[in-house]
């Protein structure tokens, strides 16, 4: 996700860096092309001029131009503003007093509610909460079906009734059976309508005013940009929302959706989808994805994801790893070999500091065949060479390179990147942050 910004943001601060010392006009210039990239980004014009002015009026402070780093500086700003834009602090769901939390998810119709449903559930599940979800999309049958369908995949149970109850109904029948199964969520899938109209709000309203839900989450497809921005304002107008779920950011390269709809409708983002499996689902953290954004990788995430991924035990010691820059080739096979689990490797690399641009950079192909290639040279090495892969010499190298069937160029080309990859942890883990490692 945000490939485009991603890119556009490190070109213009490379170019900050660069110059050291830094004037006003200096700042107003890569403002000007912060500003182009976020409206080619699709993000609302208004959020955008806020945000500009905000940044320009603290980056001219002269504590910040007189700086040893004011283009580091500056990058803090940018971070910060980015981080605001997106939505102060972790918004999550807060479980009600008395147990069931009701959580209603509306939409328009193929934004991903009913696999959304099913995420949240699982979502739950793995932190050990309980939920029962609600078919109440009676449209058709094959709605319910899907829906049962999700959650036999995942052993949740889904409550329904025939298609010819009313949605209203459904619902407090379903409350009624999750106090029965011990549930602390219920999550509503409801119908959705291809356009917004009178009619489809009053029925949503109406379950609203009836279930009084503790959260009404609008699911929006980030993909459709200003659309979803839209539809979220009128949601919010017409039926009141407790938060946004984007779906499908990984499939916006933009980001112009996420990075509007809070300071637009005033409603927090919640949760974001990143796929279609039942486990591309991630509470949202403003910080990370401005971190993200900005190409300065998503460590928090991605240590959560070993964790799941992980067991426990192997997650300690990969944290610890990383937090030490103690990583080596040994380890670099465990994780590879673990990877495919933790989710595709494009969004994985988004989360590393510093790799999502050096990949690109290289224009480096990363895909699950190089993978293998990878894995190949590293299992011809021995364990003395993965530990030590200094030891690595002309000779050894075309040992392996004969070994896993590749060229010596090859695994120079491994050990580079390998190095490379150390050498933004040692950085990071001798405290020099973020900010310092576009130097
Ligand atoms: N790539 C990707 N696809 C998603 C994501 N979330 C949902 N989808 C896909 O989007 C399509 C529509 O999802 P549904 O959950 O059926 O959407 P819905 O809002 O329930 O649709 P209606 O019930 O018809 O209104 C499906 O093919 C999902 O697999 C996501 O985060 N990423
Ligand atoms: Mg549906």
Known sequence: MFEILTEKFGDVFKRLGSKGRLSERDVDEALREVRLALLEADVHFKVVKDFIERVRQRSLGSEVLDSLTPAQQVLKIVNDELTAILGAGPSHMAPASHPPTIVMLVGLQGSGKTTTAAKLALHLKSSGQRSLLVAADHRRPAAIEQLITLGQQLDIPVYRENTSAKPISVCSHAIKQAKELAASWVIIDTGGRLHIDEAMMEEVAAIKRELKPHEVLLVVDAMTGQDAVRAATEFHAKVGLTGLILTKM??????????????????????IGTGEKADAFEAFYPDRLASRILGMGDLVTLIERAEKAIDEEQAKKLEKKVRHAALDLEDFLDQLQQMQKMGPLSQLIE??????????????EIDEKRLKKVEAIILSMTPD???HPDIIDGSRRRRIARGSGSTPQDVNQLLNQFRQTQRLMKQMARGKGLWQMLR
């Open 250 to 271: 990984e499939g916006d390269a933009r980001g112009g959706a996420a990075l509007s709809i809070k300071s637009v409708t005033g409603v927090p983002i919640k949760f």
């Open 385 to 387: 060479e993965r530990r």
């Open 351 to 364: 989360m590393i500091p510093g790799l999502s641009t050096i990949a690109r950079r290289t224009s480096a």
